[in-house]
């Protein structure tokens, strides 16, 4: 696998852009350089996945775009970015109108289109808005970098970094890619927390296959991240694959399957670290990393534990090797353990430092410890004795800045 | 009921003290004048019961204090401030010494205390400290209003209020007085988040029916709140019941059951609204009340969601009526419903907003909404259309003073 540069544009056959048409305008000062509308384009028809938040509360966007990707076939999305479109009053009507404007721009159906929308909750969307702005947004497309770090930009909220990211594997001599942009930041947590992820491939693949891939790789990425344990109502990530790298279609297990799984878990696990590490107000990407146990998902009913607590978030803040509310966390956690068989590491390119072992605390340099912890990338290493499954959950620490930006989003 | 000054002193029978003894100089600057060692005595034989902490790691007091309450008898209460001796170097052994401190002092026996520690995590308990200052605090010991309130005050960690309270009620015509001290503050959560509450009665009452009672009304107050969603490794309840109001001892259910029942639960209630009120950096109690649900187990599943919610805890702190957060967090609570049937309401002090009817969002005042949310209690009112349950939950905002205080706690 080789990991290139480009984002959604890389594999062959697919356009992006990303535009300004106002919809931040409802609700904040009118911010004319912000982008708030994006498309991703096939040249041609795809196969289609995605996965959708399992909050109780829906938004319309999510609902609609679950029914067009029935038929495992779709050829774009369009996303909006700053109107969540969820508990809003009109909120299917709208949702209905984003594909019908999508539709009327490319000659295209509504139902070839996954419809994503992330921002505010309970507002109407100000579909006039968009409506006016899909003709430019089409207009604007194209199959550069740079047209794909456009739509990367116009899905942002409160995100401070783009999020993009594409590979290729060889599968059958021929050469596909896969890429992809992400959006994320607060309302993060493992379920799909409020995250937007559009994936294009030129892979040629079933399109139930590629379902049930999805979902298994969403488990093992998006669903381990947690910025502040909220799950929202707009979580989507969607997969288009359009065939036209020429490989033999992958209809079922093999080698080919193995080696575009892996290269779609590792273009997901990076999109979800990123949206760790930028999770709202965050200074440090937190990884709990948890070996040693009985099975993977004890292993991972503890790392989220771990990167979830708000205690241990805080501390990671303050550079301050409080492993006591590790221990607290994956205590809590409800998987069983004996406490005597906890090993604690805490890691960074800075150094290593033990801070527990056989469940008591062990003298440290606090010094090193302060080192350790202020690099931009921490793992919380947890080791146990029960067995051999091991399992990875990100974080990020909790700041005044997140307090600050989610006291007053609305305003 | 009547609710009367005084603490756990004004019950008949009951002494306490809280004193310096330099538990704390072990890992901060000395404060002579903060109190860290407390102690309750009966004076007489007491019903015993107690709830402890769920986590699977628990400190070496917990387990010694379970111990020595099973026979449900017990004389007194040792606690300490300041260190938690969990998971800590000779955790077993620091925890029966302070109980061999507190017999030798008496001329009782080591498993007539019950022990309670809160503090730091991982460090050797300072044992001589509290040895040395054992007999002081046992010649501290008056059944005065004072020495509640010295009590009160020793148990403090991060805590900025004392809480403390004395009720009585009429059983067979005599009155009967339950009086209750606590601390809070990190670590709040169901399940009973990191806290420790000692109650004192005079009540005559059997000792395994106080146990069942206590772990009913624990299970409907102290496991209703959350700070931080952290369960700590030390919280205990433990009351003391001696017998000394002269009523008939309540042996099964009847009426005098019901109404120490109920006596005991609003001394639990209002523990618990305080410890939430008073959580770390808290600037205000969020009561959230969900009603006309199918069964009290969803409402109480909807509600802690709310009161856990660290989007809607910033959204309080901020006077930001921000009721797309609240829907969002019952939509994950885990509880089924429908969302069209959601009404959502603040209210305080300051009046009363409706802001969300069939799980749309509906016009409302801003500046009403401001002066709502900026009283010291705001009540977040839930309801469906799915039944009669109702329960409420209680937490506090989320502000830049929790940051501070956790970023850098061992410091």
């Not at 062959?12 to 852009?17: I, L, N």
């Not at 911010?31 to 994006?38: E, G, M, N």
């Not at 942002?156 to 930041?185: N, P, R």
């Not at 994956?330 to 604690?344: L, T």
Request: net charge negative; glycine share 10%.
């Amino acid at each position: 696998m080789n990991i290139i540069t480009g984002g959604v544009t890389a594999p062959k056959g697919f356009q992006a852009a990303g535009i300004h048409c106002g919809i931040k305008d409802n609700f904040t000062t009118p911010q004319p350089d912000k982008k708030d509308l994006a498309m991703i384009l096939s040249s041609v028809p795809c196969a289609a996945a995605g996965t959708y938040t399992r909050n109780v509360v829906k938004a319309d966007p999510v609902i609609l775009t679950k029914e067009h990707l029935a038929d495992h076939q779709a050829r774009g999305i369009i996303f909006d970015s700053g109107n969540a479109n969820a508990c809003a009053p009109k909120g299917r009507e709208n949702a209905q109108r984003m594909a019908q404007a999508a539709a009327a721009a490319t000659g295209l159906r509504p139902q070839d289109f996954a419809v994503c929308s992330t921002g505010i909750i309970g507002v109407e969307l100000n579909i006039q808005a968009i409506e006016k702005g899909v003709p430019s947004l089409v207009a604007a497309l194209a199959d550069t970098p740079q047209a794909s770090l456009d739509a990367a930009h116009a899905i942002l909220t409160t995100d401070l970094k783009v999020k993009e990211i594409a590979v290729t594997v060889e599968l059958g001599g021929k050469t596909v890619t896969i890429g992809a942009i992400a959006k994320g930041s607060g309302m993060i947590h493992p379920n799909m927390g409020t995250m937007l992820c559009g994936i294009t491939t030129d892979c040629a693949i079933d399109g139930a296959l590629l379902q049930d891939m999805l979902r298994q790789v969403v488990t093992k990425t998006f669903n381990r991240i947690t910025v502040d344990g909220d799950t929202s109502t707009n979580d989507t990530c969607v997969v288009l694959a359009n065939g036209l790298a020429g490989n033999p279609a992958i209809t079922g297990p093999g080698e080919d399957y193995d080696i575009f799984f892996a290269a779609l878990r590792h273009v997901c696990e990076y999109e979800a670290k990123m949206i760790a590490s930028d999770g709202e107000g965050a200074g440090r990407l937190i990884t709990c990393t948890v070996m040693g146990a009985e099975t993977e998902e004890q292993a991972e009913q503890m790392a989220k534990a771990v990167v979830r607590s708000p205690l241990v978030k805080c501390a990671v803040f303050g550079t301050d090797a409080n492993w006591g509310r590790v221990l607290c966390a994956i205590g809590y956690s409800g998987a069983q353990f004996d406490p005597k068989d906890v090993e604690v590491k805490f890691l960074s390119r800075a150094g290593e430092l033990l801070v527990c072992a056989g469940g008591q605390g062990v003298a440290f340099d606090e010094a090193l410890a302060k080192r350790v912890l202020s690099e931009d990338e921490v793992v919380i290493q947890v080791t146990l004795t029960s067995g051999s499954a091991t399992c990875s959950c990100w974080g990020c620490d909790l700041t005044y800045d997140y307090v600050k930006i989610n006291g007053d989003y609305r305003s």
